[in-house]
């Protein structure tokens, strides 16, 4: 599915086969979750195959990196340029694109390396969570603390959390889990942040405990763009119960609809709420059509 015999994928400086792409069974990287990565997508628009905020996905690279001291070679112009070929090369238009910094070699100690890898590959993915409506479990695991970690990077190591998390709430009949940060307050899916609606205005989580997603800040701007009010700010899960509907926001998941959290089914269909319509708009600026759909206010 990620690759077969003609996939091409990048690995420093060189466009390879996808399988002859190898790692040491030594890296730190794979001993200890050291390493970086993003969550991309490109899509088919008019004006021909175009990535959706590359800037700002390799801008997260970068901060990512420096933030757990990472080496990093690449500027975010020539990664986005190498992403650009390497769609060439496999012939992509609507892809998912993974870029990975790691520690490649050799190392078993607990300091930070002196040189990394860059590996990118790209596949094509459908919506990560599906089309339809999830039912979330609020989750005994909680985000990482920001305090031992720094949480806005996204690193390899934080994403047991997000395996344990998820696999729980699936394993208990649910489609996804809802994470807590350590405080008690609702903070984000295991890849995707949450929204929810009420009385026609949405909320989502403040920054500190979470990914601050690019999906999260497309749609706040979609609906502010609105006229839509986004409160950020810390809330509990028992005031979900107040809640008429729910989305959750991610690169590969898009914006996808909630049907229910825990117990609390929404009454009102998903496709009357304010995340059905931010959908729809999203969908058609990463695609780069006119925006048409009426957000209902
Ligand atoms: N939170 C977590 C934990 C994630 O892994 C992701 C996916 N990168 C997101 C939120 C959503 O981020 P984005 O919209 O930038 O893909």
Redesign the pocket.
């Given at each position: 599915m990620y690759f077969n015999n003609n996939t091409i994928v990048f690995l420093d400086g060189n466009f390879i086969k996808a399988d002859q792409a190898t790692c040491s069974i030594y890296a730190q990287s794979l001993h200890y979750g050291f390493a970086a990565f993003e969550?991309i997508r490109s899509y088919t628009t008019p004006a021909g195959t175009r990535i959706f905020k590359a800037k700002e996905h390799y801008e997260r690279l970068h901060y990512s990196c420096q933030a757990v001291g990472l080496p990093l070679a690449y500027s975010v112009e020539e990664m986005t340029d190498l992403t650009y070929r390497l769609l060439e090369k496999n012939h992509f238009t609507d892809a998912y694109i993974r870029p990975l910094v790691y520690a490649g070699e050799p190392n078993m100690g607990i300091k930070t390396p002196a040189t990394s890898n860059l590996f990118i590959a790209a596949w094509e993915w459908g919506k990560y969570l599906g089309d339809q409506c999830l039912r979330l479990m609020v989750s005994p695991y909680e985000r990482p603390n920001p305090k031992s970690v720094p949480i806005e990077a996204?690193i390899s190591g934080h994403y047991p959390n997000?395996i344990i998390a998820s696999s729980d709430a699936k394993a208990k009949g649910y489609d996804e889990a809802l994470l807590l940060d350590m405080n008690g307050f609702v903070a984000?899916?295991?890849?995707?942040?949450f929204f929810f609606e009420k009385g026609g205005e949405l909320y989502t989580a403040p920054a500190g405990s979470?990914?601050k997603?690019?999906?999260?800040s497309t749609v706040i701007d979609l609906a502010r763009e609105a006229g839509i009010k986004v409160h950020e700010r810390f809330f509990r899960p028992e005031e979900l119960q107040e809640a008429e509907g729910a989305f959750l926001?991610?690169?590969?998941a898009e914006v996808i609809g909630v049907s229910s959290i825990d117990s609390h089914v929404f009454e009102k269909p998903f496709s009357d709420t304010i995340g059905a319509a931010l959908a729809a708009q999203y969908s058609a600026l990463v695609t780069g059509r006119s925006v048409t759909s009426v957000l209902p206010v």
């Amino acid at each position: 599915m990620y690759f077969n015999n003609n996939t091409i994928v990048f690995l420093d400086g060189n466009f390879i086969k996808a399988d002859q792409a190898t790692c040491s069974i030594y890296a730190q990287s794979l001993h200890y979750g050291f390493a970086a990565f993003e969550g991309i997508r490109s899509y088919t628009t008019p004006a021909g195959t175009r990535i959706f905020k590359a800037k700002e996905h390799y801008e997260r690279l970068h901060y990512s990196c420096q933030a757990v001291g990472l080496p990093l070679a690449y500027s975010v112009e020539e990664m986005t340029d190498l992403t650009y070929r390497l769609l060439e090369k496999n012939h992509f238009t609507d892809a998912y694109i993974r870029p990975l910094v790691y520690a490649g070699e050799p190392n078993m100690g607990i300091k930070t390396p002196a040189t990394s890898n860059l590996f990118i590959a790209a596949w094509e993915w459908g919506k990560y969570l599906g089309d339809q409506c999830l039912r979330l479990m609020v989750s005994p695991y909680e985000r990482p603390n920001p305090k031992s970690v720094p949480i806005e990077a996204k690193i390899s190591g934080h994403y047991p959390n997000s395996i344990i998390a998820s696999s729980d709430a699936k394993a208990k009949g649910y489609d996804e889990a809802l994470l807590l940060d350590m405080n008690g307050f609702v903070a984000e899916g295991p890849g995707s942040n949450f929204f929810f609606e009420k009385g026609g205005e949405l909320y989502t989580a403040p920054a500190g405990s979470i990914l601050k997603g690019i999906t999260r800040s497309t749609v706040i701007d979609l609906a502010r763009e609105a006229g839509i009010k986004v409160h950020e700010r810390f809330f509990r899960p028992e005031e979900l119960q107040e809640a008429e509907g729910a989305f959750l926001t991610g690169t590969a998941a898009e914006v996808i609809g909630v049907s229910s959290i825990d117990s609390h089914v929404f009454e009102k269909p998903f496709s009357d709420t304010i995340g059905a319509a931010l959908a729809a708009q999203y969908s058609a600026l990463v695609t780069g059509r006119s925006v048409t759909s009426v957000l209902p206010v």
